[in-house]
Structures are given as structure tokens and as C-alpha cells.
């Protein structure tokens, strides 16, 4: 059985907006027990997470190496803007979708991580989808 | 008297603005995009110059860029700033300042001369035309070509002055892009509510060509116009003196309101001089534009109102021409001319004036006058 289910949000700029409990939401609305649960995002400027718990300042390490890594510059190849341009290339490295392990109806990961929403050129209006492979208990 | 008998040029613009906008916003959109990001990212300064409605579309302009670039704005004539301005202003650092060169022919010498001036000392220049082959399009480093239909009716200026507007408007919202001050949401929206607006306002022209055609016939006999406006308005203000000496080469006087409750507010036989007074309420100085108006009222003047604020907020005995609010403050110089264009459209009809004084052959030649000489300085 496949579920599907998508979800809007508004991005603030630079920010990491934690969705585990839209994803359990999707996981428990499906009525499936085991299988593949899939997160992703259709954006090329945003993109999916999976960042441990454990501490904010995680977080905030996160962002700003990202943006380390990769600045907004002026001189990429793409012209849109320095924050246009880096959040492509954020979105492709760091990824815009999760594959995760459900197991007995909870996330494998779910005692350590959560799940994000990465903006990497906001705020924008986003989408996001869970889709749950798998069979019913 | 009939006002269908007394249609005009002003008139046939105001009422096509926003089939014009459209095709302005079409076409400067994606040029302005492809303005490379590093140039846009280097001005430290950025100034607007070009000559009468040009230059006049720049101080309209300097709100959008103050407010949405961050960035210091200073829109210059184009003598002063070819001739006048200091040479350490241009050039000092690296694309700097950015200077925006307007000119709708593209062939004035002045605006040439200012283009010539900040290739000799390395400032970025960026010209708006409509003709992107001009030697003005040639001499810049960028060309943004306002792309209006040619041989459509383009004289006294209105929709170029409109096409000006949008364009330096568009290149605001990209620079504020390009330096993140504005999102890409607010820039989307931004975008959107720049013809939103115009299509708004367009409504109410109908109406407004019916009240100015009234006001025309109360003030063809006027003895002179005076125009007040603040900030961004003041380009409103100037625009609305200028129509009158272009359609029927009429008296007439501009200033701030400031300025003119200490020098105008002295101009003797006030019931005979009409006062136009744009006070928007978002305007810094609003309240010393009430003040201004108050004043007008003691002087028994016939007074005309722009604003987007309501009828009531002003003496029952002024004509109000109220416009829909802008999003975006800064918008609100798009439209506002239209009110006095009409009026100054028709009282020229009425009187029958023709428009720049084409019955009197002496002003025509104001163009043998004129050399054609382009100095860099």
C-alpha cells in the first residue's frame, strides 16, 4: 500500500522549521506498520533534514556551516540572486528528500532525530510530501 | 459644453496606461533580470538622471530605491551631473556609483554627455530607452529598452514618463533582490502589485476625466497653477507644472510644502492661482502638507487634492481626487499625475492651444538654438 500526503508551510529566512510531527501524523494516517516512508520536497532552493535532537545549538552549527560551505555569492554562474544561487547548490548537497525505515509504526530513527524543513532562499510559500510504503498490520 | 468635443492627447494616454504598463512591465522584466549580479552588488551610491519628465521620473523613483535597495539615491539633472557634480564622486571604488541614464530618444546630449562622463571614471551606467540603439543605449554599459510600440502617441509625455517609472521601479526590486534586502516573496509581490496597482487606479479615470473636464472650464482663466508636493510627490507636483506649460503654456509654480509656506503662500491674487496638492498619508511630512492645505484654504485659492486618503480628512470647500491606496508607498507617484494631466489636457483644448506652442513659430526654433555639442568633463 502507498499513502500520500502533502503539507504547506511558510519559510521564514535561513530556517530549519522542524515537521517529525507532520510526518507521524502522515506514518499514523496511513494505518501502516512497516515499510518506507519518503519525505521530499519539489523545490531546487529547500530541501529535507534529518538532524539529531540533541541540542539546539546543533541547529544553529548547521546553518551557519551551510552557509559557510556554501555563501551567497555574486559571482555563480546563475544570476538570479546570491541567495537564489547558493540555495540551489544548498538543495543539491545536502539533499530534498529522506528515505526512513518505519518499523512497527514508528520512525527507526525517531528516538534521536527529527525531521526538517530546510529553506535555503525564503520566505516562501513551500510544499512538502510524506508518501508511507508498506503493509497494514 | 460637450467633453467628448475636447479629447486630447493627455487624455488618450491616461486612458490606455495600463495596456502601456503591461507592455513595459513584458518588456523590461526579463532585462532587468539578467542585470549580473556582481555589478548590482558593487554600487555604493546609485544616482537617476536624464532631462525634464526623465529626471522628474527619478525623484519618483527615489523612494522605491531608498526604501527597497538600502542604498543612498540621488536623482540629479543631467547638467549637473555632467557639468557640476565633483569628479571624486564618480569611479571611487570598484562599479560605483551605479548611474541610471533616462532618455526616451536616447539621442539628448546631455544625458550622453552624463554616460560619457561615467565611462571615463568607471562608474556603472545603465540606460532606459526606448530606442536601445541611440548613442545613449551604445554608450552605457546596460541597456533596458522600455520597449513602447513605435510611432503610437507618446507627446506631451505621459505614458513615457509612466514607462520610466516602471522600469527604474523594476531595477530597485532587482538590486534589492540581488542584495537580499527585500525576499523573493516580497520581490514576487512587489512585481505583481506594480500593475495591480495601475489597473486599480484605472477604474477611476472615467470619473476623474468627467471632474477634470469641470475643473478645466473653472480654471482656463486662471492666473497661474501652483504645484505642491514632498519627497517622492514633489515629482508628481513638478510633473503636473510641467503639463501646464507644455499643453498651453501657462504660469506656473512647484515647490515643497516646507518651501512654500514661506515663499509661495505670498504669491498675490491667491483667488486667482489654482494650487494642486499631492498629500498622501504615508508621506513623512503629511502633516505639514495639512498645515499647507489649511493655509491654501485662508487664501480662498481653488484647490485640487491628490491623495490616498479620504475625502473628509480635507475642507469640504476642495476638490478631492482620491486614489486607491498602493501596497507599496512608494507606488503611489505611478499614478497620481493623472488627475492634472486631464485638467491641463483640456484646458488646452478649450482655450485651443495646441501643445507646445506649435502655433507660434518662434518656439520652434528653440531647436536652431541648440548645438548638439557633447562635453566630458
Not at chain 2, 498651453?248 to 496638492?277: A, K, Q
Request: hydrophobic letters at 35%; glycine letters at 6%; aromatic letters at 10%.
Amino acid at each position: 500500500m502507498v499513502f500520500t500526503k502533502e503539507y504547506e508551510l511558510v519559510t521564514g529566512r535561513d530556517l530549519l522549521t522542524k515537521i517529525t510531527s507532520k510526518v507521524d501524523e502522515a506514518i499514523k494516517e496511513s494505518g501502516i506498520k512497516d515499510g518506507i516512508v519518503v519525505v521530499e520536497t519539489r523545490y531546487s532552493t529547500a530541501g529535507i533534514l534529518k538532524i539529531s535532537r540533541h541540542g539546539e545549538e546543533i541547529l544553529d552549527d548547521i546553518v551557519r556551516e551551510m552557509r559557510r560551505i556554501v555563501p551567497a555569492r555574486i559571482n555563480y554562474y546563475h544570476q538570479d540572486s546570491p541567495e537564489n544561487a547558493a540555495g540551489h547548490i544548498k538543495s543539491a548537497l545536502y539533499g530534498s528528500s529522506v528515505s526512513l525505515i518505519l518499523k512497527d509504526g514508528r520512525l527507526y530513527c525517531e528516538d534521536s532525530q527529527d525531521l526538517y524543513f530546510a529553506e535555503y532562499d525564503g520566505p516562501r510559500n513551500r510544499t512538502y510530501a510524506v508518501c508511507v510504503m508498506g503493509e497494514k498490520a | 459644453m460637450d467633453r467628448k468635443s475636447y479629447d486630447n492627447s493627455l487624455l488618450r494616454q491616461a486612458m490606455s496606461m495600463e495596456r502601456y504598463a503591461k507592455i513595459v512591465y513584458d518588456a523590461v522584466l526579463p532585462q532587468v533580470e539578467k542585470l549580473p549580479m556582481k555589478e548590482v552588488w558593487d554600487a555604493q551610491k546609485i544616482f537617476i538622471s536624464g532631462c525634464g519628465d526623465s529626471w522628474l521620473a527619478g525623484i519618483a523613483a527615489k523612494a522605491a530605491f531608498e526604501s527597497v535597495t538600502k542604498i543612498e539615491t540621488n536623482p540629479m539633472r543631467a547638467i549637473e551631473f555632467s557639468r557640476i557634480l565633483s569628479n571624486k564622486n564618480l569611479g571611487y571604488s570598484p562599479n560605483t556609483p551605479l548611474v541610471i541614464l533616462i532618455s526616451f530618444s536616447g539621442s539628448g546630449s546631455r544625458v550622453v554627455e552624463c554616460a560619457r562622463r561615467c565611462n571615463k571614471y568607471g562608474a556603472n551606467t545603465i540606460a532606459i530607452t526606448n530606442n536601445p540603439d541611440s548613442l545613449l543605449g551604445k554608450e552605457c554599459r546596460y541597456c533596458i529598452c522600455t520597449g513602447l510600440p513605435k510611432g503610437d502617441e507618446y507627446q506631451p509625455g505621459l505614458i513615457t514618463y509612466n514607462a520610466s517609472m516602471i522600469t527604474l521601479f523594476l531595477i530597485a526590486l532587482r538590486i534589492g533582490r540581488v542584495r537580499n534586502k527585500i525576499s523573493y516573496l516580497e520581490c514576487e509581490d512587489m512585481q505583481k502589485e506594480l500593475l495591480e496597482h495601475i489597473s486599480r487606479c484605472q477604474k477611476e479615470y472615467e470619473g476623474f476625466a468627467e471632474r477634470a473636464f469641470a475643473i478645466a472650464q473653472r480654471w482656463k482663466d486662471l492666473k497661474a497653477e501652483d504645484f505642491i508636493g514632498d519627497y517622492s510627490d514633489y515629482a508628481t507636483a513638478y510633473f503636473g507644472s510641467a503639463k501646464v506649460i507644455e499643453c498651453f503654456g501657462g504660469y506656473t509654480t512647484y515647490d515643497d510644502s516646507e518651501d512654500w509656506c514661506h515663499i509661495n503662500y505670498f504669491l498675490s491674487d491667491p483667488e486667482r492661482i489654482g494650487r494642486v496638492v499631492v498629500a498622501n498619508e504615508d508621506t513623512p511630512s503629511y502633516k505639514r502638507l495639512k498645515e499647507t492645505i489649511a493655509a491654501v484654504k485662508i487664501l480662498q485659492s481653488p484647490c485640487v487634492i491628490i491623495s490616498d486618503a479620504k475625502k473628509e480628512e480635507f475642507p469640504d470647500t476642495m476638490e478631492v481626487f482620491s486614489f486607491p491606496k498602493a501596497k507599496y508607498f512608494w507606488m503611489q507617484p505611478l499614478v497620481q499625475h493623472i488627475p492634472f494631466d486631464m485638467i491641463a489636457g483640456y484646458i488646452a483644448e478649450i482655450k485651443g492651444i495646441p501643445n507646445f506652442r506649435k502655433d507660434d513659430e518662434r518656439y520652434a526654433a528653440m531647436g536652431d538654438q541648440r548645438s548638439g555639442e557633447i562635453v566630458v568633463l
